[in-house]
């Protein structure tokens, strides 16, 4: 599996995009701003969208996505993700106020977008040994976070969350995990601030790491922007001992 970096930023700037993952050029892992760095060409080679949650850094993307492939693509984009979820982008972006309803144009028998809801733990088969699987995370809104498995390892992603004791007795119940992206958005002094917006700091992810009977590489993600140089002596310190690095935009993810 080859994973690209288009955006793992907890906001925008120059060179920040908000959070989205591109899988062998075929697959996206939710729609951020970094969506918008992807050519026509790449975007028709799109056929499966699967997202954490509906917070707008994590389909933003998909809007501007869906319209610029209007009448390039013969076959839907099936857009897969919890209840809640679908339910929040239905009504409040593709709605024909915020956005055009792209799940219904140009027809309702041939739409753009399919939506298909998927319940916590479904596993999906994405073709050439690879699936992936969906895990219950806590964040202000219903979450999920994604194990990516192939034939030569193990990635996992937890989106946008807080600490979650059922999300690290998963992670513990996997034979072996190889690479763990996971949010790391405030620097401990905003620790109050992480609590209530369900983000985790150095700190309080160097505690729960603690949980993990697994040794991954840590791929710490969703910084806010002006927290940088904060972020990374908060983490040489939590992380020591740990194989990390901070992801940036365009980074490449093999597993």
């Known amino acids: 599996m080859r994973i690209r970096v288009l955006g ?3 906001g925008v700037g120059p060179d920040l995009r908000t959070t989205s993952l591109l899988l062998d050029g075929e697959v996206l892992i939710d729609a951020g701003t970094g969506v918008g760095d992807l050519s026509l060409p790449e975007m028709r080679l799109i056929s499966r969208v699967f997202l954490t949650h509906a917070h707008l850094d994590h389909v ?4 501007f996505m869906a319209d610029n492939l209007f009448g390039e693509v013969s076959q839907p984009i099936q857009v897969t993700a919890i209840r809640q979820t679908i339910a929040t982008i239905r009504h409040h972006l593709f709605n ?3 956005w055009p309803d792209f799940s219904s144009l140009p027809t309702t028998q041939d739409p753009l977008i ?8 479904d596993l999906h088969d994405l073709g050439g040994g ?3 699987q969906s895990f219950g995370v806590l964040h202000t809104i219903p979450a999920v976070g994604y194990v990516l498995k192939s034939q030569t390892g193990v990635f996992a992603f937890t989106g946008d969350t807080g600490a979650c004791e059922p999300m690290w ?3 513990n119940s996997l034979p072996r995990l190889d690479k763990l992206m996971v949010d790391v958005a405030f620097p401990d002094a905003q620790a109050e601030l992480g609590v209530i917006s369900r983000h985790y700091t150095p700190t309080l992810l160097s505690r729960d790491l603690g949980r993990l009977r697994h040794r991954p590489q840590l791929l710490l993600t969703h910084g806010k922007p002006g927290c940088e140089e904060v972020l990374q002596a908060e983490c040489a310190r939590a992380f020591e001992g740990w194989d990390y690095r901070h992801l940036k935009r365009g980074d490449l993810i093999e597993v």
């Open 130 to 132: 690879r699936s992936i």
């Open 114 to 121: 399919v939506f298909r809801e998927s319940p916590v733990g």
């Open 8 to 10: 793992c930023s907890g």
């Open 60 to 63: 933003c993307g998909l809007a």
């Open 96 to 98: 024909w106020q915020l």
């Open 169 to 171: 007795d998963v992670l």
